[in-house]
T-cell receptor, first 112, second 108 residues
Framework: NAGVTQTPKFQVLKTGQSMTLQCAQD?????MSWYRQDPGMGLRLIHY???????DQGEVPNGYNVSRSTTEDFPLRLLSAAPSQTSVYFC???????????FGSGTRLTVV | GIQVEQSPPDLILQEGANSTLRCNFS?????LQWFHQNPWGQLINLFY???GTKQNGRLSATTVATERYSLLYISSSQTTDSGVYFC??????????FGKGTSLLVTP
């Protein structure tokens, strides 16, 4: 039981490049979400999914795409990286809306 | 969205001291969680507590939903308690709004 696994742990991109941040969970959790954490701003919700095939936007969705083709995986795609997307990205999952979240260890992304 | 305010923003304690962290929120919620982010950046869920009181070892939490606040108590603090404590809430059950956190430093 690995919990929530995020890859990669670190990434440097050039402006305009695209990439996918991977998130996988092995706990059969229905709910998954992506947050970004910036200094002094706490965590802000990017996108979330309440089950396979269902996604919705959070507070800061611009510049990011998601899909949920399986219960286990919830990748986050950066379409054209910008320096403003430099941040630490966290993936989280929960069994239901009445249970606590489990977070992955994060991906530190730098866009130059 | 729901506004979440945490206080104090920073706290320094000596080992063995007790502390109370507060979380105020602007609307009714059906999901409230407390998290600890350790100095290595890992986020650990401490409590799922939309109402009532829970205890886990030296930590306990109380949420008074009707008055829109929650408290996290840390007793007999240890250096390993250092880090940032976040309160997060939702009224949909799913999309959590996070406060800006309380940064705690426990000194030997």
């Amino acid at each position: 039981n690995a919990g929530v696994t995020q890859t990669p742990k670190f990434q440097v991109l050039k402006t305009g490049q695209s990439m996918t941040l991977q998130c996988a969970q092995d706990m059969n959790h229905e709910y998954m979400s992506w947050y970004r954490q910036d200094p002094g701003m706490g965590l802000r919700l990017i996108h979330y999914s309440v089950g396979a095939g269902i996604t919705d936007q959070g507070e800061v969705p611009n510049g990011y795409n998601v899909s949920r083709s399986t219960t286990e995986d919830f990748p986050l795609r950066l379409l054209s990286a910008a320096p403003s997307q430099t941040s630490v990205y966290f993936c989280a999952s929960s069994y239901s809306k009445s249970t606590g979240y489990t977070f992955g260890s994060g991906t530190r992304l730098t866009v130059v | 969205g729901i506004q979440v305010e945490q206080s104090p923003p920073d706290l320094i304690l000596q080992e063995g001291a007790n502390s109370t962290l507060r979380c105020n929120f602007s609307d009714s919620v059906n999901n409230l969680q407390w998290f600890h982010q350790n100095p290595w950046g890992q986020l650990i869920n401490l409590f799922y507590i939309p109402s009532g009181t829970k205890q886990n070892g030296r930590l306990s939490a109380t949420t008074v939903a009707t008055e829109r606040y929650s408290l996290l108590y840390i007793s007999s603090s240890q250096t390993t308690d250092s880090g940032v404590y976040f309160c997060a809430v939702s009224n949909s059950g799913y999309a959590l709004n996070f406060g800006k956190g309380t940064s705690l430093l426990v000194t030997p």
